[in-house]
């Protein structure tokens, strides 16, 4: 059966192989809201993430206000292209991606949550991504696309933009993630098979 919009409902309930094979980046959306009891669903399904001692130090921010996001853009964009003589910085391909006429950081989807690490720890970053594969997997399973937006971590860190988000001085944003309804067909990227730089066993030629 062929998939709209790698829309998982509304065909048949899916697997989580299906969902991890299934998944792409989504970068085009609808106006649709995300409504807050999907969102509060997607949440508790980041929320399920191991975490490394069990210390659970994701919190979640969520901004659904298109001109706040529309500013956040304006702001990141700005600052991409103020490291342009700066070649490690960003890729010219990204600066060119930035320069595109009406190109939005968040695509405008309708939902930005970051997920954040809310003190300092060895694992919180990894803690905080494996919450965001949950919280992507769970919304395509929802039928909702999502994408994480990198671009937007540095921006989003400076005092200015954590204190008008309500974000904790200790705490940092981890990964940022945009969640909508998909508008059109992602098409898959395949994948590399995955490469074994070891894979000891004992041989039964040595028993
Ligand atoms: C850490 C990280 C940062 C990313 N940042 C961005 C970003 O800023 N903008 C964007 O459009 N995609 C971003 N992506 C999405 C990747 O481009 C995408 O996952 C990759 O091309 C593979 O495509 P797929 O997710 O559809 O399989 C990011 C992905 C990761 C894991």
């Known amino acids: 059966?062929?998939?709209?919009?790698?829309?998982?409902?509304?065909?048949?309930?899916?697997t989580v192989t299906?969902?991890?094979?299934?998944?792409?980046?989504v970068r085009h959306f609808t106006d649709e809201i995300v409504d807050?009891?999907?969102?509060t669903t997607l949440l508790k399904a980041a929320a399920q993430a191991p975490t490394a001692m069990h210390e659970e130090p994701c919190a979640f921010s969520v901004i659904q206000d298109q001109?706040?996001?529309?500013?956040?853009?304006?702001?990141?964009?700005?600052?991409?292209?103020?490291?342009?003589?700066?070649?490690?910085?960003f890729s010219?391909?990204?600066?060119?991606?930035?320069?595109?006429?009406?190109?939005?950081?968040?695509y405008n989807a309708s939902t930005l949550v970051l997920i954040c690490g809310k003190f300092p720890g060895r694992f919180v970053e990894a803690d905080c991504w494996l919450a965001a594969e949950n919280l992507m997997l769970a919304a395509y399973s929802h039928g909702l696309g999502s994408c994480v937006i990198g671009f937007a971590v540095d921006i989003l860190n400076t005092p200015e933009w954590k204190s008008?988000?309500?974000?904790p001085e200790g705490a940092r944003v981890i990964a940022p993630i945009i969640l909508g309804?998909?508008?059109?067909?992602?098409?898959?990227?395949?994948?590399?098979?995955?490469?074994?730089?070891?894979?000891k066993s004992l041989s039964l030629e040595n028993t």
């Open 1 to 14: 059966m062929t998939r709209k919009f790698n829309d998982a409902m509304g065909t048949h309930p899916i």
């Open 18 to 25: 299906e969902a991890i094979y299934s998944r792409r980046s």
């Open 36 to 39: 807050s009891e999907l969102l």
């Open 67 to 89: 001109g706040l996001l529309h500013r956040i853009s304006n702001e990141i964009k700005e600052a991409i292209l103020a490291t342009r003589s700066d070649k490690s910085t």
């Open 92 to 106: 010219q391909n990204a600066i060119k991606i930035v320069q595109t006429k009406g190109f939005e950081i968040f």
């Open 164 to 167: 008008e988000l309500s974000i």
């Open 181 to 199: 309804k998909p508008s059109t067909f992602t098409p898959k990227i395949d994948r590399k098979p995955p490469e074994i730089l070891s894979w």
